[in-house]
């Protein structure tokens, strides 16, 4: 599959400054090895059905669905985008890996 982040809630090992947990993000690049410092010593892979049990999160969490839908037909869901691409060493024309389109 393709590598998402996934929404996680954090909880501290030692609450001694009374923060609590944080319901967040966690970036595609940093779920894997979360998972394995923490609760999966082999990371993200899938279970039985082929799947990751991790459900993920592609970055869009409503709370109220009408002033969402009416942005998305002033803007005909148009989104700012840029490409974020991962050069190799010392190179700024041999990818690391194949690029991608990126929007915020």
């Known amino acids: 599959g393709e590598a998402v982040g996934g929404i996680c809630q954090l909880n ?57 839908a009416t942005v998305l037909d002033l803007t005909g869901g148009a989104i700012p985008e840029f490409v974020n691409p991962k050069y190799q060493a010392g190179s700024t024309t041999k990818f690391v890996k194949p690029t991608r389109l990126e929007c915020m």
Request: a negative charge; hydrophobic letters at 30%.
């Open 12 to 68: 501290p090992a030692d609450n001694t400054l009374g923060l609590g947990s944080l319901t967040i993000n966690v970036e595609y690049n940093q779920l894997d090895p979360l998972l394995r410092a923490t609760t999966s010593p082999k990371g993200d892979i899938p279970d039985e059905s082929g799947y990751s049990p991790y459900p993920g999160n592609i970055n869009v969490l409503v709370f109220k669905l009408e002033p969402y």
